[in-house]
């Protein structure tokens, strides 16, 4: 597999899309990361340094800036895609795929090699990047991050590595269930829109239908409607990214989905580190089961492929 792996690597990072994508993701998160320590300076209560650095991937800069985490969650699952549409059908177009199992190379060598080598390439992209937003940080603020924040950002790290993975693995799915890249492209990028947006439109007109005899008691209802929504946009990869990297940024909020905002304003003490990894933790392993099982269903799926030599 280390043959692949390393090959893949270095195309990966010599594809034009690919460098097109993260210079796009670069520029938008150091402007993020920017504009979100200009307006934390701004703030009256600066001489309290509590979470700076966490802030600074969390909050949102003046005007439409938008924040760190958002260009992560939004640009993040591109990326992943970008790496894996064309991972297996764009070896088949080419000629190569029958050319390169005729060598001394497994199957399961080949489809691991472009997983894997496509997560470090996203890992080292992130973690690039990641390192830029905190030295501005520390170069406009004049101080650097603690422990407990550097933990975090770790913590927070991890998860968005794990999430983009799934979106690789969905790609890579893709690229075995569709001939053209084109069409596994569009697969990929059709799916990405119904579990980041379409979704959330979906599970309110689901809820809608599921609670509908409770209209004598409009709280109880509304209560319950939320629920059902919430039970459906988990489903969502995007969703699930969110309510852990919401709780690991924020050390004051205490419960997720619809209660975060109110959490964080009834109940302001932080959590502790290891409190906040309790409240996450079903989420980090969903995602982790969901990049598993794609991946493993796209490992199958070319184990047992005809390949015509």
């Known amino acids: 597999m280390g043959a692949v792996f390393w090959k893949e690597t270095a ?40 979470d700076v650095f966490l802030r600074l991937f969390t909050t949102s800069g003046s005007g439409s800036t938008l924040s760190f985490n958002f ?37 399961d060598a080949l489809i691991n090699g472009k997983f894997f080598a496509g997560v470090t390439v996203l890992s080292i992209a992130l973690v690039s990047l990641m390192l830029i937003v905190i030295g501005i940080g520390i170069f406009t603020l004049g101080f650097g991050p603690t422990f407990d924040e550097i933990t975090r950002l770790a913590l927070f790290f991890v998860a968005t590595l794990i999430y983009f993975a799934v979106w690789l693995a969905i790609a890579i799915l893709f690229s075995l269930l569709f001939d053209r890249a084109v069409v ?18 979906f599970s309110t007109t689901i809820a ?30 995007a969703y699930l990214y969110g309510e852990a990297t919401q709780a690991l940024l924020n050390p004051k909020v205490r419960t997720l989905g619809a ?29 982790m089961a969901i990049a598993s ?9 070319f184990m047992k492929e005809e390949i015509r030599f």
């Open 259 to 287: 209660g975060i905002q109110q959490s964080t304003e009834v109940m302001p003490s932080p959590l502790a580190l290891g409190q906040s990894v309790g409240l996450v933790w079903p989420q980090l392993i969903t995602l």
């Open 71 to 107: 260009f992560t969650s939004f640009f993040g699952p591109l990326l992943g895609m970008a790496l894996g549409f064309d991972a297996i059908n764009g070896e088949r177009g080419r000629g190569t795929l029958a050319r390169i199992l005729s060598q001394p190379i497994y199957r």
């Open 184 to 201: 596994s492209a569009l697969a990929s990028l059709g799916m990405w829109l119904v579990l980041t947006f379409f979704i959330f439109f």
């Open 208 to 237: 809608d239908q599921i609670v509908t005899d409770q209209v004598d008691e409009p709280e109880i209802a509304a209560m319950h409607k939320m629920e059902w929504q919430q039970r459906i946009q988990r489903i969502s990869p």
């Open 293 to 301: 099982v794609v991946f493993g269903i796209a490992y199958v799926r």
């Open 11 to 50: 195309d990966y990072f010599g594809s034009r899309r690919f460098i097109v994508l993260l210079l796009m993701i670069a520029f938008a998160g150091v402007w993020a990361a920017y504009t979100a320590t200009q307006a934390i300076r701004a703030e009256a209560d600066l001489a309290t340094t509590e």
